[in-house]
């Protein structure tokens, strides 16, 4: 080397076999991922340095056909960090092993195998189709085990995925070669078959490019802690996210009011998130959760919960009573339920005028949900000097289900 440039390190890998290194992708911690061929054209290196722990630690299927390795080197290329062999009882190799790597340290690795039975797991496709097929592996962190294993194809004719990138979402992108005239394609795609896969007399190869979301699917549910409520009182609603495998959603829930949002709530690590008010208004209202999602889980909305909110109102007949000093006389209230309220509301008169009484008959009354109640007030004045003088006087009268409190007035005039 010349100039400024130096070499910072070189290393051999391999076994006893013929080897080949034919991926590499470096974290930013400077650790070097690379994936290749143990038994390049060869018969498989049963002595490929592998790490405890790996997740095939040791030569897959005795060693029958090439193997692939994924290996991860310290910084400075003097050890090893991980190092497992991948694959199953046929070649794993097709000379081309991309290699990408996720914000988590998890390794995506591509390529081909004619292996019946190489790893899978959350497979879109669990079993080898035909002789051959494209593959997509993710391995975790450590490279213990598979978070992600696929096979891709119909099995036709040789499919092989040449190479590898993820987005910022963690999405999957291969592209590779195909003969398949039966090649998996989705609904809308720009080249929805191979016509000259399919030719006898000049078949070929096309390429192909598909993408893969690793996020499971969701449901969400939302529940309410109390329903019917009524006016003013504390609501609190909770949504379940229930993922379609393994793990535990994580981020918000979106709590709607038909078109309104309420608020959020954060996912706990029960996957339930809540949202608490005392602000629904009277009547009924279209609740639903919306879970946005997060980079492994994809977002879902729930099915719409139906809350009522009840209430009751309290009026007076008449408005206005005339009496003389000494005398009584009566009030009617009605209580109404709104929303299909139900309970029993206690009653009460305040404002008696001097020396009189004001009572309520029967002092509660209990409303079903659809007819109204009614209680009687008996107003009393006291005769003489001092006796109730005359005068205007505002009565009110009260109704009470807990902490929800309704009142009217009315006039009593004493002569």
Excluded: W
């Excluded at 290393?11 to 390049?40: I, K």
């Excluded at 829930?253 to 949002?261: I, K, Q, Y």
């Excluded at 009354?365 to 205007?392: E, H, I, M, Q």
Aim: aromatic letters at 8%; one cysteine or more.
């Amino acid at each position: 080397m010349s100039g400024a440039a130096s070499l910072v390190y070189s290393t051999l890998l391999g076994g006893s076999g013929e080897d080949a290194a034919l991926g590499a992708a470096v974290d930013s911690a400077g650790n070097a991922y690379v994936t290749g061929n143990a038994g390049f054209n060869s018969a498989p290196s049963s002595d490929f340095p592998t790490t405890i722990g790996a997740f095939q630690a040791s030569c897959p299927s005795s060693c029958l056909g090439d193997k692939l390795f994924v290996t991860k080197l310290n910084p400075t290329a003097t050890g090893l960090a991980y190092s497992t062999y991948l694959g199953g009882n046929g070649g794993d190799d097709e000379n081309s092993n991309p290699i990408a790597l996720d914000s988590s340290g998890r390794a995506y690795i591509a390529g081909g195998t004619s292996s019946s039975n190489f790893p899978t797991a959350n497979a879109i496709q669990s079993s080898l189709p035909g002789v051959s097929s494209a593959f997509v592996t993710v391995l975790n962190a450590s490279a213990s085990g598979v978070d992600f294993s696929t096979y891709l194809g119909r099995g036709q004719a040789q499919a092989v995925a040449t190479g590898i990138a993820l987005d910022g979402s963690d999405n999957i992108y291969v592209p590779g070669y195909t003969g398949d005239p039966s090649f998996p394609t989705t609904l809308g795609a720009f080249q929805p078959a191979c016509a000259k896969c399919s030719n006898p007399n000049n078949r070929g190869n096309a390429g192909f490019v598909f993408k893969i979301s690793l996020q499971l699917t969701t449901t969400t549910s939302v529940v309410s802690s109390v329903n019917p409520s009524v006016f003013g009182q504390s609501v609190t609603f909770t949504a379940t996210v229930t993922p379609s495998g393994s793990g535990t959603p994580s981020r918000k829930v979106t709590f709607m009011d038909g078109a309104s949002t309420l608020g959020t709530g954060t996912l706990n690590s029960s996957a339930q998130a809540t949202f608490t008010t005392t602000a629904l208004t009277v009547g009924s209202h279209s609740i639903t959760a919306i879970y946005g999602g997060d980079a492994s889980f994809v977002g879902s909305t729930s099915a719409v919960l139906s809350q009522v909110v009840s209430d009751f109102l309290i009026a007076v007949a008449p408005s206005s009573r005339t009496v003389k000093a000494g005398k009584s006389t009566t009030y009617t209230l009605t209580l109404t339920p709104v929303s299909g309220f139900t309970g029993t509301i206690s009653l009460s008169c305040s404002a008696a005028p001097p020396a009189g009484t004001c009572s309520v008959s029967p002092a509660s009354v209990t409303l079903n949900g659809t007819s109204n109640s009614t209680a009687t007030v008996t107003v009393t004045t006291a005769p003489g000097r001092k006796g109730t003088p005359k005068g205007t006087y505002t009565l009110t009268f009260t109704g009470a289900f807990g902490t929800l409190q309704h009142s009217t007035t009315a006039n009593l005039v004493v002569n």
